[in-house]
């Protein structure tokens, strides 16, 4: 495998998310529906609104009793929200009403209650219109946002709170989704130790098994820490079997070509088949993609911004993909470069840099693979393709948002 090929990042991206297939479902209730993503579309169960309603508090009226103003009509009685008035308006009469009350039968229009100037007499309460009204005004008919059948959210939707809120006045309790991929996280090398622990003169926290975590969280996945595995062939091969049952096995580290780089080939040697092994990116060449049995594997570099670039472009979309979520993908914007770039090498650059409430992009000078700092400090990744000329401040370039998580 030393000498297989860089291949380009949209290429490695459509042979890990196109060897992917969606996972399987679970009915959730409403309430804990919000970020999960439907397995079926969503069919409305009621119309809504289920019948004419006002959409201001004043009267329904006949609009031939007020074309001319003012206009004196008799009030017959009240429809509030939840209520009706069960008459019919006759010639110079009118109904109180109220927001979201149903508009009574011989009604067609609604005059709002700043429009009128109400009376009350010992022979009945009497309104006087001062601006006329035309049919259908502040009237919401029925149907007018959805109706009994009506397919509100399709399959494969990412569920937000306007989605949770449409499905309850669709009067839908419980959702089908997919359910939440499982994702074993496996790190290796003997540097290493967790957040916490007692260091070693030549150790370093480690820290990508809890960002790529927290990621796939909120990609709406489930992490699964199988821990740090030493640079040993037999803990290596041991600790990896943990993936066994998860829907995808990432490690971290491991996956260059040194003296303990031991992924490729303990692996190989518990059955993993190599699709392709090296990107032509920066951060990020050395990453692996293969399956061990059924389960496919993500082998992501060591380093820790390297480590998140990779999971920004790769292990996102790959979770959206076992989702079955439509659009799961990263978008690119265009921005306003701030500072002057070199021209570009064979590899496409993924490079760190703050953004503008005015969407200017600016490089922080320094793009070191080890500096999580400016990472986390980052407003977006300035992509430069593979050999792109020289570009100057004021150049618009395309960028990845880095949004929050």
Not at 29 to 44: F, P, Y
Not at 93 to 104: D, E, H, N, S
Not at 198 to 224: D, F, K, T
Not at 337 to 349: E, T
Request: with cysteine; hydrophobic share 45%; net charge neutral.
């Amino acid at each position: 495998m030393a000498g297989q090929p860089l291949i380009t990042v949209e290429a490695a991206l459509a042979r890990i998310t196109g060897a992917l297939t969606p996972v399987g479902v679970e009915w959730v209730n409403i309430a804990q529906a919000h970020g999960r993503v439907l397995a079926e579309a969503v069919t409305s169960q009621r119309t809504q609104p289920p019948f004419a309603v006002s959409a201001m508090d004043g009267y329904a009226v006949r609009a031939n009793d007020v074309a001319k103003v003012p206009a004196k009509l008799t009030v017959i009685g009240q429809a509030p929200a939840g209520g009706a008035f069960t008459g019919t308006v006759g010639p110079g009469q009118a109904v109180r009403i109220f927001t979201g009350g149903p508009v009574p039968m011989g009604a067609d229009t609604i005059v709002i209650q700043e429009n009128t100037e109400a009376l009350q007499y010992l022979d009945g309460n009497q309104v006087t219109v001062t601006q006329p009204a035309v049919a259908g005004k502040h009237i919401r008919a029925e149907g007018l946002d959805f109706r009994t059948g009506d397919v509100m959210l399709a399959a494969g939707r990412r569920l937000g709170a306007r989605d949770v809120a449409l499905a309850a006045a669709m009067n839908v309790p419980w959702l089908l989704v997919r359910r939440r991929p499982r994702i074993a996280l496996l790190a290796t090398g003997d540097e290493l130790v967790r957040p916490g622990e007692a260091i070693g003169p030549h150790q370093i926290v480690s820290s990508n098994a809890l960002g790529l975590a927290a990621m796939i969280a909120a990609c709406g996945g489930e992490a699964i820490d199988l821990g740090i595995a030493r640079d040993d062939r037999e803990e290596l091969r041991a600790m990896a079997l943990g993936a066994r049952g998860a829907d995808m096995l990432i490690t971290l580290g491991g996956a260059s070509v040194g003296d303990h780089d031991l992924v490729q080939s303990v692996l190989g040697e518990a059955g993993l088949k190599v699709d392709f092994w090296k990107v032509a990116m920066r951060p990020g060449k050395p990453l692996i993609f293969g399956h061990m049995g059924q389960t496919p594997m993500l082998g992501l570099p060591g380093n820790p911004v390297s480590s998140m670039v990779c999971g920004l472009l790769f292990v996102r979309p790959a979770i959206a993909a076992l989702l079955g979520e439509t659009g799961g993908g990263n978008t690119t914007r265009a921005a306003i470069l701030g500072a002057g770039m070199a021209q570009n090498d064979n590899r496409q650059d993924y490079v760190r840099a703050s953004l503008s409430p005015d969407g200017i992009a600016t490089p922080f000078p320094v793009q070191d693979s080890a500096m999580l700092s400016s990472l986390a400090k980052a407003g977006c990744l300035i992509i430069r393709p593979p050999h792109a000329p020289a570009a100057k401040a004021g150049d618009t370039v395309p960028v990845l948002r880095l949004e929050g998580d």
